[in-house]
């Protein structure tokens, strides 16, 4: 009988909780209590609750937060619809429901998920059973734990921003990242360095591999540490921080990339996002590092709190997990993951977490592609086509990938092993084809456009001058490709004109070009086939390209012949193939998108002449574009944009295109969008540009002492101030020399330097720097041109015919330069500006005007002005015919010839007929012209030994 009242009872005990429906403050108290002291380690012997907060949410109570006398929380859910305890702590204080503002983002979301659940009424079958297990003591037995691997309670604040920016917070990814450096005290330095220019408080540089990270004066609690600090900011830097005063943000994708290269550890370190997994295999991937006392950086975003990171540094055996918030160690402590109700997705499903993170081990640290910003003027904007010139320098030409489809004229350009990049836009053609360099001085842009915008440009002086070499031969030429075999020998190819491709050769540089003759070239297929902008590669003389039919020309002998290869059958679709060959001109690989079809990849061993489709090549093989690597035969890279399927990354091979390796996993969570390689260890990768981030991937240490500089304008004034800026790294020592005529002429500090200079000419400016053992300089020849005031002059002549009409002539002004704008103010009112010296106005009136010409050297500056007097009244009285008067000029009514008696009189028209001819008959003749129609007219006064004609204006 005491057996069956038992059993009554707990069936009473679980159906009383069947119905979902809110807990109450003595039930949730006394899960708080149970769970406290179940947990609590041996030096806690007082379980007393100091008080309770109540959390709701539109209106709806979400959680109570249980404060404890002996320190620490306990987060019970208001709802038994919901898993019981959301997290719990043994240390610490908290204020209310009040946390740290990243734990208060991760309530949040629990705030959310908790009132949809309550609001769907989902089933509180399963979660019952929890609510049920702790009311009654009964806690899991014997499971796996681990405690936190570390107790380090950094900040963002004071003692840890000392370096950042207007004192601004640190950021909690870089806050996250220093903590796990700082339990490893590993590296001991880093590796390369990085630069990024903040939209608010400028240029923002780390040199990680000079820098000794002092652990040992690094302490682990929240008083911070220059040393501390200077870790902090140096994350913050590597990870592009956006630094503001109520916080600072970056992004949890960049830290693996970061870590790997900058800071030596383990390549295996991967971006996993909680999308890709199952509740359980998320969790399980969590207890599998902190199992093997790897700390996780952990990541969660919100849609309209954004996104916070922190670190995942343990786990009890309920499934929680310890969460170190970066925030001087206030609500530490173990929170759910997961599905609040099984029923229900997983609240945080938008989390995210960098796994594998461990120091390499001694001797196999890489630097492999770290991401650099190109400084195109829009962002989205990505290099559309790469050249790689060598170690130190390469090329880029910018396209929109906003998806605005905006034709971009832009380029940009590094010397420095893509540590930085400088663009710049040239005002040719509609868009690029592609660019390609010879050095850092040299280099040739393919623009396409209507009539003359379909050019060749050239530029020797790094783009401070762009010069057209080329032009199509009719309206719709249109270049695809240009490249160069040496500095003389060059080739240009674009569509049919004519019936056959328009191909053009050089042997000057491009001073002269040759149309290459129809008989040397294979007649296309039909009349609308058509090269593709950039696709084309070269291996010493030879040279291919690729059509958008499927075929492949190419060229043996710098582009005077050529033959053309047949790859596959398109059926009609249009083909983008991008093309690339080794250094042996016989191994080559074959990208292929066809329109509405997947890509399709090709291999050939005979330089191109037979071709195999490649039809079981790994997801690996990237398809966004595709390079060889200089001095490794039958090795490739390729690299992926494709975020939807999602096919992103970037990878190699060596064996041609069979095989394929990720360089490393993390890259997969990048877009790659175009590659340049020049050698096994050094290569470029186009990407999309942001604000002041990324745009192009580097592979390899880029260089760690470079001289170089910049100033702000080119032309200018005598005596006009020119700012010079300094660009160089890694130096100890600077020094300027600012060229003839400069004041200051010299410096030795880093500037900048405002310099004026007495002397119109070209200066040449030089930099050089020391880095203690080795000096560099670099010297810009003619980089600033500075121009003198001019002497402004003018002439001017009326028209004795139609004296309303003024020719001026400033050809007399001196010291003016080639450019300068010529700005007259006619004296009534009207301002005309021009760019020659020659120069007509009409007046509308006659009368004597102060008339003022100002030279302009520069626009809006440099200026001189001298004024005038033009007086362009006419006298009518002249000599001849016994002193011959005829007025008014211009006349109305009549006309009145004096001093002409007996003299015949001819008036013609300004169209040569003749309108009135007669014989004066007194010595002042007059004639009706109220007749005549306004205009210009001709008086011809014919006496016994001379003829005179004059002009009268007729109104």
């Not at 159906?15 to 429906?21: H, P, Q, S």
């Not at 905006?406 to 590094?414: I, Q, S």
């Not at 020659?836 to 100002?854: A, F, K, R, S």
């Amino acid at each position: 009988m005491k057996k069956i009242l038992s059993l009554i009872a707990m069936v009473t005990l679980i159906v009383a909780f069947t119905k979902a429906e809110p807990v109450d403050i003595p039930t949730a108290k006394q899960v708080a209590e149970n769970y406290y002291k179940h947990y609590a380690p041996e030096s806690i012997t007082d379980f007393s609750i100091k008080s309770v907060h109540t959390k709701s949410h539109n209106g709806i109570n979400t959680y109570y937060t249980f404060v404890f006398n002996a320190g620490g929380f306990v987060i019970v859910s208001a709802d038994n619809a919901i898993v019981p305890v959301l997290g719990y702590s043994h240390e610490g204080e908290i204020d209310g429901n009040k946390l740290n503002p990243i734990a208060d983002l991760w309530m949040e979301q629990y705030d959310k998920n908790i009132v949809d659940i309550v609001s769907q009424k989902l089933s509180n079958t399963e979660t019952l059973i929890e609510w049920n297990s702790i009311l009654g003591n009964s806690f899991p037995k014997n499971d796996r734990a681990v405690n936190p691997i570390f107790n380090i309670n950094w900040g963002q604040g004071t003692g840890f921003n000392t370096y950042c920016p207007a004192g601004c917070p640190v950021g909690c990814v870089a806050t996250s990242m220093a903590m796990i450096m700082r339990h490893y005290e590993y590296p001991t330095t880093g590796a390369g360095w990085h630069k990024y220019v903040h939209p608010t408080y400028g240029p923002q540089t780390a040199y990680f591999f000079s820098t000794t990270y002092d652990y040992a004066n690094m302490p682990t609690t929240s008083a911070g540490s220059p040393a501390a600090a200077t870790l902090s900011y140096h994350l913050g830097v590597a990870v592009n921080m956006n630094y503001t005063p109520s916080g600072s943000g970056a992004y949890s994708q960049d830290v693996p990339a970061v870590m790997a290269n900058y800071f030596k550890y383990d390549q295996s370190i991967m971006y996993v996002q909680k999308t890709q997994y199952t509740n359980d295999t998320w969790i399980a991937l969590l207890k599998n590092e902190l199992d093997n006392a790897r700390p996780i950086l952990y990541s969660g975003s919100d849609a309209n709190y954004g996104g916070h990171a922190f670190l995942c540094l343990g786990y009890n055996d309920n499934n929680q997990f310890y969460f170190n918030w970066g925030w001087e160690g206030s609500s530490n402590g173990y929170f759910t993951i997961g599905a609040l109700n099984p029923s229900g997705y997983a609240f945080n499903s938008n989390n995210s977490a960098v796994i594998n993170i461990k120091p390499a081990a001694p001797g196999e640290e890489k630097f492999l592609w770290t991401e650099k910003f190109t400084s195109f003027p829009n962002n989205s904007t990505y290099p559309g086509h790469l050249s790689a010139v060598n170690e130190s320098v390469a090329w880029a030409t910018g396209r929109d990938g906003s998806g605005g489809g905006a034709n971009y004229r832009v380029y940009c350009l590094t010397t420095d092993g893509g540590a930085t990049w400088t663009s710049g836009q040239v005002n040719y053609g509609t868009a690029f084809s592609m660019i390609q360099g010879l050095d850092a001085n040299t280099a040739f842009i393919a623009a396409y456009g209507t009539g003359s915008g379909n050019t060749i440009l050239k530029t020797t002086d790094r783009g401070v001058t762009w010069t057209p070499i080329l032009t199509g031969s009719d309206a719709n030429s249109f270049f695809n490709t240009v490249h160069f075999f040496d500095y003389d020998n060059g080739v240009v190819q674009g569509d049919q004109t004519g019936g056959y491709h328009e191909i053009f050769v050089t042997s000057d540089g491009g001073e002269n070009w040759t149309r290459v003759a129809a008989a040397n070239i294979p007649s296309p297929v039909n009349t609308s086939e058509y090269g593709i902008v950039g696709h084309y590669t070269a291996v010493g003389n030879t040279l291919w390209w690729t059509t958008n039919n499927g075929y492949v020309y190419k060229t043996t002998d710098k582009g005077h012949n050529w033959t053309k290869h047949f790859v596959f059958d398109n059926a009609g679709a249009t083909v983008n193939a991008s093309i690339a060959f080794s250094d042996d001109a016989l191994t080559g690989l074959l990208l292929a998108y066809v329109q509405g079809s997947p890509y399709r990849k090709f291999k050939t061993t005979d330089g191109g002449e037979t071709w195999q489709e490649l039809t079981s090549a790994p997801s690996n093989f990237y398809e966004s574009d595709i390079s060889a690597v200089p001095g490794e035969t039958g090795m490739f890279v390729s690299v992926g944009a494709d975020y939807q399927t999602p096919k992103m990354g970037i990878s190699f091979t060596r064996d041609g295109g069979d095989t394929w390796e990720d360089y490393s996993q993390y890259y997969t969570a990048s877009q790659f969008v175009s590659v340049g390689m020049i050698s096994e260890t050094k290569g470029f990768a186009g990407s999309f540009q942001g604000e002041y981030t990324g745009g192009m991937w580097v592979l390899g240490e880029t260089a760690t002492f470079n001289a170089d500089f910049e100033v702000d304008i080119t032309k200018a004034c005598v005596e006009q101030e020119v700012t010079f800026t300094n660009l160089s790294f890694g130096h100890t020592t600077i020094s300027w020399d600012f060229g003839e005529g400069a004041t200051p002429a010299t410096a030795d500090t880093d500037g900048p330097h405002t310099v004026t200079y007495s002397t119109p000419g070209n200066k040449t400016i030089s930099i050089s720097a020391s880095d203690g053992n080795t000096t560099l300089t670099e010297t810009k020849n003619n980089l600033v041109e500075i121009v003198g005031l001019p002497t402004p002059d003018f002439t001017y002549e009326v028209n004795q015919s139609f004296p309303k009409l003024v020719n001026f002539n400033a050809s007399s002004s001196a010291g003016v330069v080639t450019g300068a704008k010529y700005v007259w103010d006619m004296g009534n009112g009207k301002i005309v500006e021009k760019l020659v010296p020659e120069m007509q106005y009409i007046y509308t009136g006659q009368d004597v005007y102060n008339v003022t010409l100002t030279i302009e050297n520069i626009p809006g500056g440099c200026s001189n002005s001298i004024t005038k007097p033009v007086d362009n009244t006419l006298s009518i009285e002249e000599t001849g015919l016994n002193e011959l008067l005829i007025y008014p000029n211009p006349a109305n009514e009549k006309l009145v010839i004096a001093n002409v008696n007996g003299a015949k009189i001819e008036i013609y028209s300004i169209e040569g007929r003749l309108i009135h001819n007669s014989v004066a008959d007194s010595d002042s003749y007059e004639v009706n012209t109220s007749a005549y129609k306004a205009g210009v007219y001709s008086v011809k006064v014919i006496g016994i030994d001379n003829v005179i004609t004059k002009t009268i204006v007729i109104q």
